[in-house]
């Protein structure tokens, strides 16, 4: 590898699967989840030799796939439509059925919504970390966390779920 890239390799191999995970959570879509890593990481690429300033790339590779995710969501050309049922994937150790009725609960929300709760909740960030990751202020995201954990607790009935760490914990 050229001086540039050296590194993004062993850095790409380390992050892909938390970003896919991220990624799936919020399509709910496997095949699109593994665009958006790949589109995250083609954009991380372009500016490799220049992110030796930062000192999280991890951080910034999630900022990166949050706002494709979400320039995604915005483009009307996007004709694929979320699947009915999540495809086949390995068993969990956790309540399989809460997380499946925590993922359509998410599927409800729309696209911000959805990428907040999965920053704060999931990934656990803090009110400050997803703000810069969305590009949102603060009190955006407290009000749409708030906002948003009230349509998800609504869309969930009686499952008890108090908030988001349940999701987490089912993984």
Do not use: N
């Not at 000192?55 to 979400?70: D, F, G, N, S």
């Not at 996007?78 to 998410?106: F, M, W």
């Not at 919504?113 to 955006?140: C, K, Q």
């Not at 609504?154 to 760490?165: F, I, K």
Request: glycine share 8%; charged share 30%.
């Amino acid at each position: 590898m050229s001086s540039g890239t050296e590194g993004f390799g062993d850095f790409a191999a380390a992050c892909s699967g938390p970003l896919f995970r991220t990624a799936w959570l919020l399509t709910g879509d496997w095949h699109l989840a593994e665009d958006l890593v790949q589109e995250t990481l083609g954009k991380v690429f372009r500016r490799w030799g220049r992110l030796d300033q930062i000192e999280e790339p991890i951080a910034y590779a999630r900022t990166v796939l949050m706002r494709t995710y979400l320039s995604h969501r915005r483009r009307r050309s996007s004709g694929e439509q979320p699947a009915e049922t999540v495809p086949e994937s390995a068993t969990y150790d956790g309540d399989v059925a809460l997380r499946l009725t925590l993922l359509d609960g998410l599927a409800e929300l729309d696209a911000k919504d959805r990428a907040v709760l999965v920053s704060r909740y999931w990934e656990d960030r803090s009110v400050e970390e997803t703000a810069a990751e969305l590009d949102l202020s603060p009190g955006a995201v407290k009000s749409r966390s708030f906002r948003a954990l009230q349509r998800l607790r609504a869309a969930l009935g009686d499952s008890g779920v108090g908030d988001m760490s349940a999701l987490h914990r089912s993984a």
